[in-house]
Antibody
């Protein structure tokens, strides 16, 4: 059974940082392209970042509005993907999902991030 | 960025009825080299994560009932549910994966009368 489990969410003040983790199992992580997607309180879905696999030199793409603030990374030995989020803003408040593949064939349950003073 | 526009924003139908929803992209999602449309449909039921229903505009994922039918090409796409069931209550999103940033439509909320 495929599982993706996000952790690391919570309440954080504007300007602070947070690192999300996504532990996976049930599929060949090392060849999967992994993504982070968020869903705003208004239910809008927004793709944030993608990291490709080793054969593609772990090529990374970002949504322009998070480039420089967010960093995606992966650890194939742990079948995990991460999202480091710096200088968080109130508009970053959302449910954050990790997903696999293109299109996004598997999704985690999501983790809530609330940015508020 | 490619803008995805979904209509209607919500729709209420009775069980057994046919429903169609539209998704339009601001540029063609048809890749000429392989003749494939880079368009997916997702279903998000209340309290759940989105689930991939259809890829390549018309290919149902494994286990998806055949009442879900994706069609269209280029910039105009449709998701049809041939006979709506109560469990189809959900928001349906289209998404383009033709180019980054990958973008989603705002969703069509399906309500059951």
């Amino acid at each position: 059974e495929v599982q993706l489990v996000e952790t690391g969410g919570g309440l954080v003040q504007p300007g602070n940082s947070l690192k999300l983790s996504c532990a996976t199992s049930g599929f060949t992580f090392s060849t999967a392209w992994m993504n982070w997607i968020r869903q705003t309180p208004g239910k809008r879905l927004e793709w944030l970042a993608q990291i490709e696999d080793k054969s593609n030199n772990y090529f990374i793409s970002y949504l322009e509005s998070v480039k420089g603030r967010f960093t995606i990374s992966r650890d194939d030995s742990k079948s995990s993907v991460y999202l480091q989020m710096n200088n968080l803003k109130e508009e970053d408040t959302a449910i954050y999902y990790c997903t696999s593949g293109i299109p996004f064939d598997y999704w985690g349950q999501g983790v809530m991030v609330t940015v508020s003073s | 960025d490619i803008v995805m526009t979904q209509t209607p924003s919500s729709q209420a139908v009775s069980a057994g009825e046919k429903v169609t929803m539209s998704c339009k992209s601001s540029q063609s999602l048809l890749y000429s080299e392989n003749k494939k449309n880079y368009l997916a449909w997702y279903q998000q039921k209340p309290g759940q994560s989105p689930k991939l229903l259809i890829s390549w505009a018309s290919t149902r994922e494994s286990g998806v009932p055949d009442r879900f039918i994706g069609s269209g090409s280029g910039t105009d796409f449709t998701l049809t549910i041939s006979s709506v069931q109560a469990e189809d209550l959900a928001v349906y999103y289209c998404e383009q994966y033709y180019d980054t940033p990958f973008t989603f439509g705002s969703g069509t909320k399906l309500e059951i009368k």
